[in-house]
T-cell receptor, first 112, second 115 residues
């Protein structure tokens, strides 16, 4: 089955700096890679996703890159703000309505 | 519109008792997922439903865990003879199977504590 590894597990950055979270996956059949943000006491919420036919996708201060050959993908947050503080999860799935495998999560702290 | 709702929000039970956790998905979403999140851990897949059937039950930890979905809507996750290691937040998510988006919409979770 799929195995998703995520690092770092915790990340502290100064407000305004960039944050990068990296994930690797094992199943070459995976072709959909979402990123979720979980704030304290809430369920995760999708912030950006990427499919295997795309190498990079950007949405304002958030971008995701995918290297299918190396089986890794990354989340980049620029100009970080205190409200970006949360736990971020990467995930991988073959798509459709199949099992989604999540990484262990990265706790991001943005220091004002 | 209304999001995914889960009840109860918190449940404290004694070891050995049975518990039922409920999930109300977004109306029209045919896919429904259950996950378990232990303290400081990621999201552990338990089971998913497409309509009322469960194509993948591979994540259920033991035969003490079962889930059902009726009418293609509400789902219940039942844990029999609870153990302390069952303490966790149980998250439910739903998604729409009619388009190109695979986005899962999560509920707020049920925090289960087994004493």
């Amino acid at each position: 089955g799929e195995n998703v590894e995520q690092h770092p597990s915790t990340l502290s950055v100064q407000e305004g700096d960039s944050a990068v979270i990296k994930c690797t996956y094992s199943d070459s059949a995976s072709n959909y890679f979402p990123w979720y943000k979980q704030e304290l006491g809430k369920g995760p919420q999708l912030i950006i996703d990427i499919r295997s036919n795309v190498g990079e996708k950007k949405d304002q201060r958030i971008a995701v890159t995918l290297n299918k050959t190396a089986k890794h993908f990354s989340l980049h947050i620029t100009e970080t703000q205190p409200e970006d503080s949360a736990v971020y999860f990467c995930a991988a799935t073959p798509g459709g309505y199949q099992k989604v495998t999540f990484g262990i999560g990265t706790k991001l702290q943005v220091i004002p | 519109g209304a999001g995914v709702s889960q009840s109860p929000s918190n449940k404290v039970t004694e070891k050995g008792k049975d518990v039922e956790l409920r999930c109300d998905p977004i109306s029209g979403h045919t896919a429904l997922y259950w996950y378990r999140q232990s303290l400081g851990q990621g999201l552990e897949f338990l089971i998913y439903f497409q309509g009322n059937s469960a194509p993948d039950k591979s994540g259920l930890p033991s035969d003490r865990f079962s889930a059902e979905r009726t009418g293609g809507s509400v789902s219940t996750l039942t844990i029999q003879r609870t153990q302390q290691e069952d303490s966790a937040v149980y998250l439910c998510a739903s998604s729409f199977s009619g388009g190109q988006s695979y986005e899962q919409y999560f509920g707020p979770g049920t925090r289960l504590t087994v004493t």
